[in-house]
């Protein structure tokens, strides 16, 4: 799957489920540095960017709805 194709999937989870807060991974994929990590953490931030403008992802918008509002938080190891 490419990055647009999945940054465009979570953007519709975001908008249908509205969460409060989105948790992912840190650009370094935290300990383990897997390349999954870094990609989950690359499509979850530029996902919840992308929610609040409805000019992107057209297909995936929120008519009707009250203004979407996310927390992004993005834990980093000690």
Not at 27 to 38: A, E, K, N, S
């Given at each position: 799957?490419?990055?647009?194709?999945a940054?465009?999937?979570v953007?519709?989870q975001?908008?249908?489920?509205r969460p409060e807060?989105?948790?992912?991974?840190d650009?370094?994929?935290?300990?383990?540095?897997?390349?999954?990590?870094?990609r989950?953490?690359q499509?979850?931030?530029l996902?919840?960017?992308?929610?609040?403008?409805a000019?992107?992802?057209?297909e995936?918008?929120?008519r009707?709805?009250?203004r979407l509002?996310?927390?992004l938080?993005?834990?980093?190891?000690?």
């Open positions: 799957m490419d990055l647009d194709e940054v465009a999937q953007v519709a975001i908008r249908q489920f807060v989105v948790v992912t991974h650009v370094l994929g935290q300990l383990t540095g897997h390349p999954d990590h870094r989950t953490h499509v979850a931030l996902a919840v960017e992308a929610a609040a403008v000019q992107l992802c057209p995936a918008a929120n009707g709805r009250r509002f996310t927390q938080h993005i834990p980093t190891p000690h």
